[in-house]
C-alpha cells in the first residue's frame, strides 16, 4: 500500500449507502428522507421527524398518537438508573454521565443477554429501543443539571410536547411558546447528519452484530470530542472568554497567533457555510428578541464576521446553537448531552439500517514502524515457520 492509498481522516471516502440522510454541500442543502431539513424544523414536532428517520415518512396522526402512547411511558427515569446517576460524582463531566446512563439502560435491558450471539435482537426490537432512548434521554439529561444545582428531579408531564417537556423537567416551569418552538427546532436540527464521526463509530460498533445500546455509548463516546459534539460547548466558553462585540478584534488576533482552532466554524463538508445555520440563527435571533438580549446577537455578528473575513471559514450548527441554549437557561456543561439526546434519533436510524445490510466495518493500515526483528535468542517452531510461508493466511 503506497502513501497515496491512505486516506487520513477517511477523507473523501464513501464508505456505504444510506437512505437515511443527504447532505449536499453544493447546495448547502441537507435533506432527511428526502425532506429539506428546514422544512421540518418549521412545521413538525421532534418526535414526528424521529418517526420519519426511523421508518422512512412522516407518521399519520393515528402512527404518531401511537408512538406518543409508547413514549410517555418511557419518559421517566427508571429508579435503578436514577440510583446510578445519584452515585456519580456531581463534578463528573455530563458526556460522562449520559455516556454511563445509556450503559446502564443497555445492562437493564435483559433480552439477549444469555448470549452476544443474540445481542442485536428482532428489527422490532431495535425499533423499541430507539424509542425507549429518544424517550428517556431527555429526563438523564434535565436530571443531570438539576442535580449539579442541587435541586431535585422533576416527573416528565404527559400534556407536553417533547421539546416543552424536556423545558420542563429542566426547569420546572412551562416554557413560553418561543423557547419551546426555538428548542423544538435546534433538536431536529441536531437530529441526523449522515456518516459523521459519531453515526459511523455507531456503525462500526453494530457492524460487528453488537447491541443497540453498546452503539449508542460508542457514539456518545465521539460526540464528546470538541472537534464534533463538545464544539457547542466550547462556543459558549469563547463567548465567555471575549465578553462583548469590542472585545472581539483583539480577542481574534491572539486567537488566531495563537493558532488557535476557533470553535463553532468550520465543517469537513460544507466548505461554504452548514445548512443548518440560517435556520437555527433565526431561532436565536426569536430568543434575543424574548430575553431582550441584543448584546448576544452582536456578539456572535461581530464574531462571525470578523472571522469569516480573515478565513473565509463559516460557523456550523454549534456556533448559533451555542448562545441559544445559554440564553434558555442551560447550563454549558450541558449543550453536549442536549446534542446525544437529538442526536440519538439519527444514531439508532444508522444502527437499524446497518444491522439490516450488515458488512463488518473493517478497514486496512499502511504500516510505517520498525522492519521487521527478532527477540535474542528466539527460535521459531515448525508451525509458525510454515504459517509464516503463507501471510494471506496469518493476516487477522
Ligand atoms: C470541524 C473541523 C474539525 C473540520 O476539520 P477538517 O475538515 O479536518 O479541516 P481542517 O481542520 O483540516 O481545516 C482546514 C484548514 O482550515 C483551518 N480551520 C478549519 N476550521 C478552523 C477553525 N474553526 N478555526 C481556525 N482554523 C480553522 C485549519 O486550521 C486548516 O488550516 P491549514 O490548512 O492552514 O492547516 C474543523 O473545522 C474544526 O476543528 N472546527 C472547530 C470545531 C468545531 O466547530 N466542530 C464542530 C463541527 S460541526
Do not use: C
Request: aromatic share 8%; hydrophobic share 40%.
Amino acid at each position: 500500500m503506497t502513501e497515496q492509498d491512505v486516506r487520513k481522516g477517511l477523507v473523501g471516502v464513501v464508505a456505504d449507502v444510506t437512505a437515511i440522510s443527504k447532505v449536499n454541500p453544493e447546495t448547502n442543502s441537507l435533506l432527511y428522507r428526502g425532506y429539506p431539513v428546514q422544512e421540518l424544523a418549521a412545521t413538525q414536532p421532534v418526535d414526528a421527524v424521529a418517526h420519519l428517520l426511523w421508518h422512512g415518512e412522516l407518521p399519520t396522526d393515528e402512527q404518531l398518537a401511537e408512538q406518543r402512547r409508547r413514549a410517555r411511558l418511557q419518559r421517566a427515569l427508571p429508579p435503578e438508573l436514577r440510583e446510578a446517576i445519584d452515585r456519580m460524582p456531581l463534578d463528573a463531566h455530563p458526556m460522562d454521565e449520559v455516556r454511563t446512563a445509556v450503559s446502564v439502560l443497555g445492562a437493564l435491558d435483559t433480552a439477549g443477554a444469555a448470549s452476544v450471539l443474540d445481542a442485536v435482537g428482532t428489527p422490532e426490537r431495535n425499533r423499541e429501543r430507539s424509542l425507549r432512548l429518544f424517550a428517556v434521554l431527555p429526563a438523564i439529561v434535565a436530571y443531570g443539571q438539576r442535580r449539579r444545582r442541587g435541586l431535585g428531579l422533576i416527573e416528565p408531564r404527559d400534556d407536553l410536547d417533547d421539546a416543552a417537556n424536556f423545558l420542563w423537567m429542566t426547569f420546572g416551569d412551562e416554557p413560553h411558546p418561543v423557547v419551546a418552538e426555538a428548542f423544538n427546532r435546534s433538536l431536529i436540527l441536531y437530529a441526523e447528519h449522515s456518516f459523521n464521526a459519531s453515526t459511523f463509530t455507531g456503525r462500526v460498533i453494530a457492524s460487528t452484530l453488537s447491541d443497540l445500546y453498546s452503539a449508542v455509548v460508542g457514539a456518545i463516546g465521539a460526540l464528546k470530542g470538541p472537534l464534533h459534539g463538545g464544539a457547542n460547548e466550547a462556543v459558549m466558553h469563547v463567548f465567555d472568554e471575549i465578553g462583548d462585540a469590542a472585545g472581539v478584534e483583539a480577542w481574534l488576533d491572539r486567537a488566531l497567533a495563537d493558532k488557535r482552532k476557533i470553535m463553532g466554524f468550520g465543517h469537513r463538508v460544507y466548505k461554504r457555510g452548514d445548512s443548518r445555520v440560517p435556520t437555527m440563527k433565526a431561532a436565536l435571533d426569536t430568543l434575543v428578541a424574548h430575553y431582550e438580549r441584543p448584546d448576544v446577537a452582536e456578539l456572535y455578528d461581530t464574531l462571525e464576521r470578523a472571522f469569516t473575513q480573515r478565513k473565509g471559514i463559516y460557523p456550523n450548527l454549534d456556533y448559533p446553537s451555542g448562545p441559544a441554549y445559554n440564553l434558555m437557561g442551560f447550563d454549558t456543561v450541558t449543550f453536549t448531552p442536549l446534542f446525544v439526546a437529538a442526536r440519538v434519533i439519527g444514531w439508532t436510524a444508522h444502527i437499524m439500517e446497518q444491522y439490516a445490510a450488515n458488512a463488518l466495518i473493517r478497514p486496512l493500515s499502511a504500516y510505517d514502524g520498525p522492519d521487521e526483528r527478532h527477540v535474542d535468542g528466539y527460535v521459531a517452531d515448525e508451525a509458525e515457520v510454515e504459517a509464516a510461508e503463507r501471510p494471506e493466511e496469518a493476516a487477522g
